[in-house]
């Protein structure tokens, strides 16, 4: 079993930055990929990043709409994965959820992530 916590969610203005983290328990956290999903009220969970396992830091993976403003980056030793947010848009206020594949590289769909945290919320105001 694995819980996750995700931290670092509020309100920002258009064009601020956030730091999401995502602290894991209970399994050898460094040998799977992991997640950041998004969700809008009303909307389908979508994918935003993703990191694969490696002790270097892994091979990242990103949704062409974040792409060169969102950074995803993982610590092993804390057991924690970071969602570095700049230059935020009011259409991304959504639930964002960490993930824990079930395999050691990236994929984007949801169905391959195994555990799932209760997600923080992130508001972007216009």
């Known amino acids: 079993q694995v819980q996750l916590v995700e931290s670092g969610g509020g309100l920002v203005q258009t064009g601020g930055s956030l730091r999401l983290s995502c602290a894991a328990s209970g399994r050898t956290f460094s040998s799977y990929a992991i997640g950041w999903f998004r969700q809008a009220p009303g909307m389908e969970r979508v994918f935003v990043a993703a990191?694969?396992?490696?002790?270097?830091?892994?091979?990242?993976y990103y949704a062409d709409s974040v792409r060169g403003r969102f950074t995803i980056t993982r610590d092993n030793a804390k057991n924690t994965v970071y969602l570095q947010m700049n230059s935020l848009k009011p259409e991304e206020t959504a639930v964002y959820y960490c993930?824990?594949?079930?395999?050691?590289?990236?994929?984007?769909?949801?169905?391959?992530?195994?555990?799932w945290g209760q997600g923080t919320q992130v508001t972007v105001s216009s």
């Open positions: 993930a824990v594949g079930r395999r050691s590289y990236v994929d984007l769909r949801p169905g391959s992530y195994e555990y």
């Open positions: 990191i694969s396992s490696g002790g270097g830091g892994g091979i990242t």
